[in-house]
């Protein structure tokens, strides 16, 4: 069915929400209709926070709010959704549109097989209502479920749509780009160049799927790099884990704006404990690029002093090659915990593949290199 057909069903004038790729109809269509506007249109940090976003909005209005979210971010709705929106509590009604990722039946990717598995159950678990759209969904069939909802949101309760793999179309094209020179794969490149035999753990999306294809193009083994192809916004933490067990070593964390922007909080313990072996590095293109270029709020703060306030010892934004080797060699050499923020273009290869190798495998390689 139609994005916007099915946002004139749940007739609801606020959305805020994490964008999905399996959602980019509905993303753009917002894009398209909204923009970002804090009346009407909000990417938020996570989706725990987009969930109190919406409790917010509800509470000033009284009116129906929708939290758009990839199935994954289930886990960063749990704790608001049974302490906050539960009719138990203060009975908040709430619309969630949710992507279907690793579907049953449908192929995916292995970060998304056992989300998908568990995605209505949780619901269920939550006393959250859905209805599935699929291909074969009318506007009608849409409709009548809406209608069911209304009762259900009258009472307090939450009700969800939870949309398969090519549900939602939308026919309006958004364009999604910035000024910054130089692509995250170059970037990358110059990471590997200096990290060497280093541990690497980069971040979900497709700087992990660049680094492995880098590697790959090298003839480089992919022992030296831990892959975090879900847990957006972990990467930092997990690197963290590494270097504070490993201190002999040199730790490399490639993170992304979106996912730094989701767990913010966890460069406050980084820079509390400033693992002396450990480099950060945050590449920023202003967007949620994996899944369609949605932006983030990350081109609009300042990351670098974000770092500093939080104790990071030394922290920087580079934004030519030059300026980031230079940078890189230095927090290298330097024995105490760097940030190196290097602005970045959206966009990538058309071709770009994804790991060829086991999830499994690769956590095997990674522990063993390590030992």
């Given amino acids: 069915m139609r994005a916007e057909r099915l946002a004139e069903i749940i007739g609801s004038d606020f959305y805020t ?9 509905l ?21 725990g926070n987009c969930t109190a976003i919406a409790a917010g909005y ?15 971010g289930e886990g960063n709705i749990i704790n608001p959704a049974a302490s906050l929106l539960s009719d138990q509590v203060y009975g908040i ?32 678990d939550m006393d959250i209502r859905y209805f599935i759209v699929g291909k074969e969904t009318t506007d009608g069939e849409a409709a009548a479920a809406m209608e069911e909802f209304k009762k259900i949101l009258a009472a307090g309760k939450d009700a969800a749509f939870v949309v398969r793999k090519g549900a939602l179309s939308y026919d309006g094209q958004v364009e999604y780009k910035n000024d910054n020179p130089m692509s995250r794969e170059e970037i990358i490149r110059h990471i590997t160049a200096v990290s060497g035999e280093d541990p690497v753990i980069s971040t979900t999306g497709k700087a992990s799927r660049e680094l492995f294809e880098i590697r790959e193009a090298r003839g480089q083994s992919h022992k030296y790099d831990f892959l975090t192809v879900g847990s957006m916004g972990h990467s930092s933490s997990i690197a963290f884990g590494v270097a504070v067990n490993r201190p002999e070593r040199k730790v490399w964390c490639i993170d992304g704006d979106g996912a730094a922007l989701m767990h913010l909080g ?30 983030t709020v990350a081109s609009r703060i300042d990351l670098v ?3 500093r306030a939080c104790g990071y010892p030394h922290a920087v934004c580079v934004e030519d090659p030059a300026s980031l080797d230079r940078e890189l060699l230095a927090a290298r050499e330097r024995k105490s915990l760097s940030l190196i923020e290097v602005k970045c273009a959206i966009g990538a290869r058309a071709d770009l593949g994804r790991p060829t190798t086991a999830a499994m495998d690769n956590k095997n390689e990674f522990m063993d290199f390590l030992r």
């Fill in 266 to 295: 966890s460069m406050a313990l980084l820079g509390a404990e400033a693992p002396e072996n450990l480099v950060h590095i945050l590449i920023n293109n202003g967007a949620h690029e994996t899944v369609g270029g949605m932006p």
């Fill in 17 to 25: 929400g994490v964008p999905d790729s399996q959602l980019k109809a």
């Fill in 27 to 47: 993303c753009n269509y917002l894009m398209d209709t909204y923009g970002i506007d804090p009346k009407h249109h909000v990417i938020g940090a996570n989706e």
């Fill in 58 to 72: 509800h509470l000033a209005t009284g009116k129906i709010p929708v939290v758009y979210m990839q199935n994954s």
């Fill in 305 to 307: 002093s974000v770092a």
């Fill in 93 to 124: 009604p709430v619309v969630f549109v949710i992507g279907w990722r690793g579907e049953p039946g449908v192929h995916d990717e292995p970060q998304h097989i056992y989300q998908g598995q568990v995605t209505l159950k949780l619901l269920e």
